[in-house]
T-cell receptor, first 113, second 111 residues
Framework: NAGVTQTPKFQVLKTGQSMTLQCAQD?????MSWYRQDPGMGLRLIHY???????DQGEVPNGYNVSRSTTEDFPLRLLSAAPSQTSVYFC????????????FGQGTRLTVV | DAKTTQPPSMDCAEGRAANLPCNHS???????VYWYRQIHSQGPQYIIH???NNETNEMASLIITEDRKSSTLILPHATLRDTAVYYC????????????FGKGMKLTVNP
């Protein structure tokens, strides 16, 4: 199993550009989540999904869209990038059953100039 | 808001046991305590979790006080590769799909 795979690893965007951060998992996990991490801070939840077709907002959802058309994939869309969205983005997945651990990808480092 | 409190940093000598404390005085009866770590901005890595009994796996041991208001993660023989930020987390309603990370605790293992 590859686990949780995020692409790209690095990205530079200009203000106002749009892009999609990709996240895929091959563990058949029902739950997937997106977090962002700013320098010196812990991770903050952006959006999460408890299954295909079901998404919900986390702590910092503004400026981001998500969809979950398959169990495996959970892309994160930035519609109009802003410098405040410069951050490291992590995707995670976990099984539906309670009291199980989350598996994280290696992150996407995004810089908006 | 994170429901746990950890010291911001701790040092440990290589080869010695590292005891990482966490306070969770408002923990409810069915909340598990989870520990993750993040090595140099990589994705967080799960370490261990427990409810009320002490737990041990190949990475660490978790000691939870009888009143469950605090816990200690023990790395029995710390190595340089254990230098990381360690997070003590109480997943909301047992779900790991929406974790709340505080700032964690930076453990530095010194040679």
């Amino acid at each position: 199993n590859a686990g949780v795979t995020q692409t790209p690893k690095f990205q530079v965007l200009k203000t106002g550009q749009s892009m999609t951060l990709q996240c895929a998992q091959d563990m058949n996990h029902e739950y997937m989540s997106w977090y962002r991490q700013d320098p010196g801070m812990g991770l903050r939840l952006i959006h999460y999904s408890v299954g295909a077709g079901i998404t919900d907002q986390g702590e910092v959802p503004n400026g981001y869209n998500v969809s979950r058309s398959t169990t495996e994939d959970f892309p994160l869309r930035l519609l109009s990038a802003a410098p405040s969205q410069t951050s490291v983005y992590f995707c995670a997945s976990t099984r539906r059953q309670g009291n199980t651990e989350a598996f994280f990808g290696q992150g996407t480092r995004l810089t908006v100039v | 808001d994170a429901k746990t409190t950890q010291p911001p940093s701790m040092d440990c000598a290589e080869g010695r046991a590292a005891n990482l404390p966490c306070n969770h005085s408002t923990i409810s009866g069915n909340e598990y305590v989870y520990w993750y770590r993040q090595i140099h901005s990589q994705g967080p890595q799960y370490i261990i979790h427990g409810l009320k009994n002490n737990e041990t796996n190949e990475m660490a041991s978790l000691i939870i006080t009888e009143d469950r208001k605090s816990s200690t993660l023990i790395l029995p023989h710390a190595t340089l590769r254990d230098t990381a930020v360690y997070y003590c987390i109480l997943p909301t309603q047992g779900g790991s799909e929406k974790l709340v990370f505080g700032k964690g605790m930076k453990l530095t293992v010194n040679p």
